[in-house]
């Protein structure tokens, strides 16, 4: 099973709402990403974490905060957005580093 | 020079034709090496891993040319349901968690 999970699927919020991007995986995987992908884009890294620990961040907004409460699971806080955050935003996983990624199906996120 | 360069496309083909795209990369320290289709609002899946002698998968064959620093991909006897964007994916360096993404070339099977 290479499945990697995400909620919610939409996400409509204001910009002086607060929300949560979850994702999910129980492949074992080490290794979980935040992306953040506009329209006709590839994918943009935002955050990296490897083991539980954040290892990357390229150098994303601290209006973005992300958090990995243990080795399956990754949220994304969202607070204070503007309107060109509006953005897919794709989780993805992989066993350790060099190792192909596997995406979960993303959130749309909408900032109004 | 972009890191990962790949022709953007369209590439428009028949059905049943054989297609193939380039990718190229600029640093050579790079040891991991990626293809993976996204459809239209759609996540990135996996087509392939790409590894130096070469590997396939049905109709799909990956090259690595490591002295030229390019990976390739063919799509033999294409299918309506190969049109998508085709994303070369490169790992920034050996042991690093970050990849670089190609901006991804679209293809077209025309019935």
């Known amino acids: 099973d290479t499945e990697v999970t995400q909620t919610p699927k939409h996400l409509v919020m204001g910009m002086t709402n607060k929300k949560s991007l979850k994702c999910e995986q129980h492949?074992?995987?080490?290794?979980m990403y935040w992306y953040k992908q506009k329209a006709k884009k590839p994918p943009e890294l935002m955050f990296v974490?490897?083991?539980?620990?954040?290892?990357i961040n390229e150098s994303v907004p601290s209006r973005f905060s992300p958090e990995c409460p243990n080795s399956s699971l990754l949220n994304l806080h969202l607070h204070a957005l503007q309107p060109e955050d509006s953005a897919l935003y794709l989780c993805?996983?992989?066993?350790?580093?060099?190792?192909?990624?596997?995406f979960g199906p993303g959130t749309r996120l909408t900032v109004t | 020079r972009k890191e990962v360069e790949q022709d953007p496309g369209p590439f428009n083909v028949p059905e049943g034709a054989t297609v193939a795209f380039n990718c190229t990369y600029s640093?050579?320290?790079?040891?991991?090496f990626f293809w993976y289709r996204q459809d239209c609002r759609k996540e990135p899946k996996l087509l392939m891993s790409?590894?130096?002698s070469g590997n396939e998968d049905g109709r799909f064959t990956a090259q690595l040319n490591r002295a030229s620093q390019y990976i390739s991909l063919l799509i033999r006897d294409s299918k309506l349901s190969d049109s998508a964007t085709y994303l070369c994916?490169?790992?920034?360096?050996?042991?690093?968690?970050?990849?670089?993404f190609g901006t991804g070339t679209r293809l077209k099977v025309l019935a």
């Open positions: 993805a996983s992989s066993p350790t580093y060099s190792d192909e990624q596997y």
């Open positions: 492949m074992g995987h080490r290794a």
């Open positions: 974490y490897s083991y539980e620990k954040l290892s």
């Open positions: 640093n050579s320290a790079s040891q991991s």
């Open positions: 790409v590894y130096s």
């Open positions: 994916v490169v790992n920034a360096a050996s042991g690093t968690y970050k990849y670089i």
